[in-house]
């Protein structure tokens, strides 16, 4: 490695989350504060939910009740008479 060019490693550096949980990861920064950690985080304590704010799981059913309907209904090709 090139002398001078890389940033001082910390191996041993606190990181702290909101929660109030703190481990130390390797790192070029002496002290990491971070909003959400594996210990907090929803996805790995299992309660994660998905918040539907702009109702878009009810918009898209509601789409694909009208596509299954439309499409069991035949469609009747109308046929205009040719003027002479």
Partial sequence: MKSNI???YYPKT???CIC????TIGSTK???QTE???NCHPFYTGKE???DSAGRIEKFKAR???AETNSSKKKVKRTR???K
């Fill in 6 to 8: 890389h940033p001082q």
């Fill in 14 to 16: 606190k990181t702290k």
């Fill in 20 to 23: 109030g949980n703190s481990f």
């Fill in 30 to 32: 002496q002290e990491i």
């Fill in 36 to 38: 959400i950690c594996g």
């Fill in 49 to 51: 939910k998905l918040i």
């Fill in 64 to 66: 694909l009740r009208e």
């Fill in 81 to 83: 008479a040719k003027k």
